[in-house]
């Protein structure tokens, strides 16, 4: 695995992991498209690459990673993929900073960038202001390989793609004319805290969170100290109720 900042010269990677294979369904088939891989933790960038990367069966080149939104940035413009595969949650400013300093790439139609959110998040939120940023689509972790890979060539050939229930959002956002309001209590969140504090909602154990999130437990415990700290609540049940109240759950 390369260091982060570094791109890729080939992108293959170990047959046992179980790559999506080529089909007559939009993968592989003699088609092509150059990716590069944003996400803050390198076991699910690992886990990516060996599931789709395998060029020869995918049509999927991973030609770089990044990790941070100074990385992205960095790799994005050096290799100047057609799909980025996108995070909502990173170091840096999250996924929105890297759209806000790419949009120039989005906007080069002799060698166009094209952004595709992946991430844990299927909050209304996150789904928005990505959206908003310029990303062409949106899926969650929980995609197949498969449909991880179908999803890459559709939004290269300039299609919106979503996970079933995200569309919605989007629909919903763009329908209205009226901003959405500015929440201050939720303003003074990271964008980790927030992705914990859904999960804690939702009735989550901290272990659970954990494993999801690639951190530790002691680290979820921090956040949570935090959250209920800001929000000035006592317990997450107190907390429960905040997000249930803000339809964050």
Not at 30 to 52: K, N, P, S, W, Y
Request: hydrophobic letters at 40%; glycine letters at 10%.
């Amino acid at each position: 695995m390369s260091d982060p900042t570094e791109t890729n010269g080939t992108a293959g990677a170990a047959e046992a992991a179980g790559p999506a294979q080529s089909s007559g369904d939009g993968t592989g088939g003699g088609r092509h498209v150059r990716v590069v891989l944003v996400d803050d933790h390198r076991m699910f960038r690992t886990g990516v690459q060996a599931e789709i990367g395998q060029t020869e069966q995918t049509g999927v080149e991973v030609v770089g990673e990044a990790a941070d939104v100074d990385q992205a940035v960095t790799v994005i413009t050096a290799t100047r993929p057609e799909v980025v595969l996108l995070d909502v949650h990173l170091p840096g400013g999250g996924g929105v900073e890297v759209l806000r300093r790419c949009a120039p790439l989005m906007a080069d139609a002799e060698q166009l960038v094209r952004f595709l959110a992946l991430s844990v998040s299927d909050a209304a939120e996150d789904v928005i202001g990505v959206i908003r940023g310029g990303a062409r689509g949106y899926v969650t972790k929980t995609i197949t390989g498969t449909d991880l890979v179908n999803s890459i060539f559709r939004v290269q050939e300039g299609d919106a793609v979503f996970s079933p229930r995200l569309a919605g959002f989007v629909l919903d956002a763009f329908a209205s004319t009226d901003a959405p309001p500015v929440d201050e209590d939720l303003d003074r969140l990271t964008q980790r805290e927030r992705e914990v504090l859904r999960l804690i909602a939702r009735g989550y154990a901290y272990k659970e969170i954990a494993k999801q999130l690639f951190i530790s437990v002691k680290t979820v415990e921090s956040h949570v100290s935090a959250v209920l700290r800001k929000l000035q609540l006592s317990n997450r049940h107190e907390l429960t109720r905040w997000a249930t109240a803000r339809r964050l759950v």
